[in-house]
Protein backbone atom coordinates (compact mmCIF):
# COMPACT_ATOMS: atom_id res chain seq x y z
CA UNK A 1 0.00 0.00 0.00
CA UNK A 2 1.29 3.58 -0.79
CA UNK A 3 2.56 5.70 2.10
CA UNK A 4 2.63 9.45 3.00
CA UNK A 5 6.27 9.34 2.16
CA UNK A 6 5.94 7.19 -1.05
CA UNK A 7 3.25 10.24 -2.07
CA UNK A 8 5.58 13.18 -0.97
CA UNK A 9 8.53 11.16 -3.63
CA UNK A 10 6.03 11.40 -5.99
CA UNK A 11 5.83 14.92 -5.74
CA UNK A 12 9.43 15.94 -5.53
CA UNK A 13 9.98 14.06 -8.80
CA UNK A 14 7.49 15.77 -10.38
CA UNK A 15 8.88 18.57 -9.79
CA UNK A 16 11.84 17.31 -11.10
CA UNK A 17 10.12 16.26 -14.23
CA UNK A 18 8.37 19.78 -14.60
CA UNK A 19 12.08 21.31 -14.79
CA UNK A 20 13.26 18.76 -17.81
CA UNK A 21 9.78 19.34 -18.89
CA UNK A 22 8.85 15.60 -18.87
CA UNK A 23 5.27 14.95 -18.17
CA UNK A 24 4.27 17.51 -15.71
CA UNK A 25 0.51 17.15 -16.23
CA UNK A 26 0.58 13.47 -16.07
CA UNK A 27 2.75 13.69 -12.75
CA UNK A 28 0.86 16.04 -11.00
CA UNK A 29 -2.06 14.20 -11.98
CA UNK A 30 -0.71 10.72 -10.79
CA UNK A 31 0.67 12.43 -7.06
CA UNK A 32 -3.29 14.11 -7.25
CA UNK A 33 -4.51 10.09 -7.31
CA UNK A 34 -2.32 8.57 -4.61
CA UNK A 35 -2.54 11.43 -2.38
CA UNK A 36 -6.36 11.54 -2.40
CA UNK A 37 -6.23 7.21 -2.55
CA UNK A 38 -4.19 7.83 1.01
CA UNK A 39 -6.82 10.39 2.59
CA UNK A 40 -10.23 8.29 1.78
CA UNK A 41 -9.53 5.27 3.56
CA UNK A 42 -13.17 5.04 5.01
CA UNK A 43 -13.75 4.61 8.56
CA UNK A 44 -16.66 2.41 9.66
CA UNK A 45 -18.29 0.76 13.07
CA UNK A 46 -18.03 -2.61 14.67
CA UNK A 47 -20.23 -3.90 16.89
CA UNK A 48 -18.20 -4.63 20.20
CA UNK A 49 -18.27 -5.14 24.40
CA UNK A 50 -17.05 -1.41 25.55
CA UNK A 51 -16.79 -2.31 29.24
CA UNK A 52 -17.63 -5.73 30.61
CA UNK A 53 -16.61 -5.72 34.72
CA UNK A 54 -17.94 -9.07 34.68
CA UNK A 55 -20.16 -9.97 38.05
CA UNK A 56 -20.22 -10.49 41.93
CA UNK A 57 -20.38 -14.48 42.06
CA UNK A 58 -23.75 -15.29 43.65
CA UNK A 59 -23.73 -15.38 47.39
CA UNK A 60 -20.58 -14.71 48.04
CA UNK A 61 -20.20 -10.63 47.13
CA UNK A 62 -18.60 -9.04 49.79
CA UNK A 63 -21.24 -5.99 50.38
CA UNK A 64 -24.17 -5.18 48.54
CA UNK A 65 -24.33 -0.99 47.77
CA UNK A 66 -27.67 0.46 48.57
CA UNK A 67 -29.51 1.88 45.70
CA UNK A 68 -32.27 2.70 47.76
CA UNK A 69 -34.33 6.09 46.67
CA UNK A 70 -31.71 9.02 46.04
CA UNK A 71 -28.62 7.21 46.39
CA UNK A 72 -26.54 7.19 43.14
CA UNK A 73 -23.64 5.18 42.16
CA UNK A 74 -21.11 5.92 39.57
CA UNK A 75 -18.61 4.47 37.47
CA UNK A 76 -15.53 5.72 35.33
CA UNK A 77 -14.83 4.17 31.60
CA UNK A 78 -12.63 5.48 28.73
CA UNK A 79 -13.46 5.73 25.19
CA UNK A 80 -10.73 5.27 22.71
CA UNK A 81 -12.11 6.25 19.48
CA UNK A 82 -15.74 7.55 18.65
CA UNK A 83 -18.66 5.32 19.63
CA UNK A 84 -22.59 4.64 19.43
CA UNK A 85 -23.77 3.50 22.84
CA UNK A 86 -26.36 0.78 22.28
CA UNK A 87 -27.42 -0.66 25.83
CA UNK A 88 -26.12 0.03 29.28
CA UNK A 89 -26.36 -2.13 32.32
CA UNK A 90 -25.45 -2.42 35.61
CA UNK A 91 -25.55 -6.22 38.14
CA UNK A 92 -28.79 -5.33 39.88
CA UNK A 93 -30.83 -7.16 42.68
CA UNK A 94 -33.97 -5.29 44.07
CA UNK A 95 -36.69 -6.49 46.39
CA UNK A 96 -40.28 -6.61 44.70
CA UNK A 97 -42.27 -3.72 45.82
CA UNK A 98 -45.84 -2.47 45.63
CA UNK A 99 -45.76 0.65 43.66
CA UNK A 100 -43.81 1.04 40.23
CA UNK A 101 -40.64 2.55 40.88
CA UNK A 102 -37.56 3.53 38.36
CA UNK A 103 -33.57 3.76 38.33
CA UNK A 104 -31.99 6.18 35.82
CA UNK A 105 -29.30 5.16 33.92
CA UNK A 106 -27.32 8.20 33.32
CA UNK A 107 -23.74 8.75 31.03
CA UNK A 108 -21.77 12.16 31.10
CA UNK A 109 -18.39 14.02 32.00
CA UNK A 110 -18.46 13.31 35.81
CA UNK A 111 -20.24 11.43 38.46
CA UNK A 112 -24.16 11.91 38.79
CA UNK A 113 -24.48 13.71 35.08
CA UNK A 114 -27.41 12.84 32.96
CA UNK A 115 -25.93 14.52 29.19
CA UNK A 116 -27.50 10.84 28.29
CA UNK A 117 -30.31 9.39 29.86
CA UNK A 118 -32.74 6.24 30.02
CA UNK A 119 -35.24 4.64 32.69
CA UNK A 120 -35.83 1.14 33.81
CA UNK A 121 -37.97 -0.19 36.18
CA UNK A 122 -35.82 -3.13 37.77
CA UNK A 123 -36.66 -6.63 38.32
CA UNK A 124 -37.14 -7.55 41.70
CA UNK A 125 -37.33 -10.47 43.85
CA UNK A 126 -38.36 -11.38 47.37
CA UNK A 127 -34.68 -11.93 49.17
CA UNK A 128 -32.11 -9.56 49.86
CA UNK A 129 -28.78 -10.69 48.59
CA UNK A 130 -27.07 -10.95 45.47
CA UNK A 131 -28.14 -14.24 44.52
CA UNK A 132 -31.62 -12.66 43.17
CA UNK A 133 -29.33 -10.28 41.22
CA UNK A 134 -29.58 -9.73 37.10
CA UNK A 135 -28.12 -7.92 34.58
CA UNK A 136 -30.19 -4.96 34.29
CA UNK A 137 -30.56 -1.94 32.14
CA UNK A 138 -31.30 0.23 29.06
CA UNK A 139 -31.32 -0.65 25.42
CA UNK A 140 -31.62 0.60 21.85
CA UNK A 141 -29.79 3.26 22.53
CA UNK A 142 -28.09 5.66 19.91
CA UNK A 143 -25.47 7.71 22.46
CA UNK A 144 -23.25 9.07 20.41
CA UNK A 145 -19.22 10.11 21.56
CA UNK A 146 -16.52 10.65 20.66
CA UNK A 147 -13.33 9.62 22.43
CA UNK A 148 -12.37 10.23 25.97
CA UNK A 149 -13.11 9.33 29.85
CA UNK A 150 -16.78 9.05 31.05
CA UNK A 151 -19.22 8.30 33.88
CA UNK A 152 -21.99 6.07 34.29
CA UNK A 153 -24.42 6.40 36.84
CA UNK A 154 -27.08 4.64 38.00
CA UNK A 155 -29.83 6.81 39.54
CA UNK A 156 -32.28 5.64 42.25
CA UNK A 157 -36.14 7.67 41.75
CA UNK A 158 -36.02 9.65 45.11
CA UNK A 159 -39.68 10.56 44.63
CA UNK A 160 -40.34 6.87 45.27
CA UNK A 161 -39.37 6.65 48.79
CA UNK A 162 -39.95 4.03 50.13
CA UNK A 163 -41.13 1.65 46.96
CA UNK A 164 -37.50 0.86 46.07
CA UNK A 165 -35.15 -1.32 48.00
CA UNK A 166 -32.64 -2.20 45.70
CA UNK A 167 -28.47 -2.77 45.57
CA UNK A 168 -25.46 -3.29 43.37
CA UNK A 169 -22.84 -6.08 44.18
CA UNK A 170 -18.99 -5.84 44.81
CA UNK A 171 -16.21 -7.78 44.41
CA UNK A 172 -16.81 -7.91 40.24
CA UNK A 173 -13.30 -9.55 38.14
CA UNK A 174 -12.82 -7.01 36.20
CA UNK A 175 -13.34 -3.26 38.11
CA UNK A 176 -13.33 -0.23 36.33
CA UNK A 177 -10.55 1.78 37.56
CA UNK A 178 -12.60 4.82 39.73
CA UNK A 179 -16.41 4.34 41.27
CA UNK A 180 -18.27 7.11 43.25
CA UNK A 181 -21.25 7.21 45.35
CA UNK A 182 -23.46 9.47 46.82
CA UNK A 183 -26.28 9.10 49.27
CA UNK A 184 -28.86 11.58 50.79
CA UNK A 185 -26.64 11.47 53.86
CA UNK A 186 -23.73 12.66 52.16
CA UNK A 187 -24.82 15.76 52.05
CA UNK A 188 -24.40 15.47 48.05
CA UNK A 189 -20.64 14.61 48.13
CA UNK A 190 -19.26 12.08 46.28
CA UNK A 191 -17.11 9.82 47.64
CA UNK A 192 -14.52 7.36 45.89
CA UNK A 193 -13.70 4.29 48.30
CA UNK A 194 -12.13 1.22 47.37
CA UNK A 195 -15.73 -0.06 46.21
CA UNK A 196 -16.76 -1.71 42.68
CA UNK A 197 -19.85 -3.21 40.86
CA UNK A 198 -20.65 -4.85 37.82
CA UNK A 199 -21.43 -2.99 34.28
CA UNK A 200 -21.80 -3.83 31.33
CA UNK A 201 -22.05 -1.17 27.96
CA UNK A 202 -22.24 -2.45 24.42
CA UNK A 203 -21.77 -0.09 21.06
CA UNK A 204 -20.06 0.65 18.03
CA UNK A 205 -17.21 1.53 18.24
CA UNK A 206 -15.87 3.76 14.83
CA UNK A 207 -12.34 1.73 13.06
CA UNK A 208 -10.03 2.96 10.68
CA UNK A 209 -10.83 0.21 7.57
CA UNK A 210 -7.53 -0.86 5.66
CA UNK A 211 -7.57 -0.60 2.17
CA UNK A 212 -9.26 -3.74 0.17
CA UNK A 213 -6.19 -6.03 -1.96
CA UNK A 214 -7.79 -4.66 -5.04
CA UNK A 215 -7.33 -0.86 -4.34
CA UNK A 216 -3.54 -1.61 -3.37
CA UNK A 217 -3.07 -3.79 -6.52
CA UNK A 218 -4.98 -1.09 -8.46
CA UNK A 219 -2.17 1.56 -7.18
CA UNK A 220 0.55 0.00 -7.36
CA UNK A 221 -0.23 -1.32 -11.10
CA UNK A 222 -0.72 2.79 -11.73
CA UNK A 223 2.72 3.63 -9.99
CA UNK A 224 4.27 0.80 -12.41
CA UNK A 225 2.43 1.64 -15.40
CA UNK A 226 3.82 5.34 -14.80
CA UNK A 227 7.52 4.50 -14.28
CA UNK A 228 7.15 2.33 -17.68
CA UNK A 229 5.58 5.45 -19.17
CA UNK A 230 8.55 7.63 -17.96
CA UNK A 231 10.93 5.18 -18.72
CA UNK A 232 9.70 4.35 -22.43
CA UNK A 233 9.50 7.96 -23.08
CA UNK A 234 13.13 9.19 -21.79
CA UNK A 235 14.26 6.68 -23.77
CA UNK A 236 12.62 7.96 -26.98
CA UNK A 237 13.81 11.50 -26.64
Excluded at 5 to 27: D, E, G, K, V
Excluded at 100 to 128: C, D, E, N, W, Y
Excluded at 184 to 192: G, K, L, R, T, Y
Amino acid sequence: MPTGLQSLRWSIYCNNASRMNQFPRFCSFLAAVIAASLTQIPAQSRASTIVDTGHADPGVAKALLSLSPADQLAAQFTLLTPTTITSVEGWIGSLTPDTPRSITIGLGAAPGSTTFSGHFQPVGGSIVGDSTSQWQGVFDLNWNLDAGTYWVSFIADPELYPALYAWMASDVPNPLPLYAYRTPFSSDAWNQPGLDFGVRINGDASIQVVPESSTTVALLGLTVAALFYIRRKSSSQ
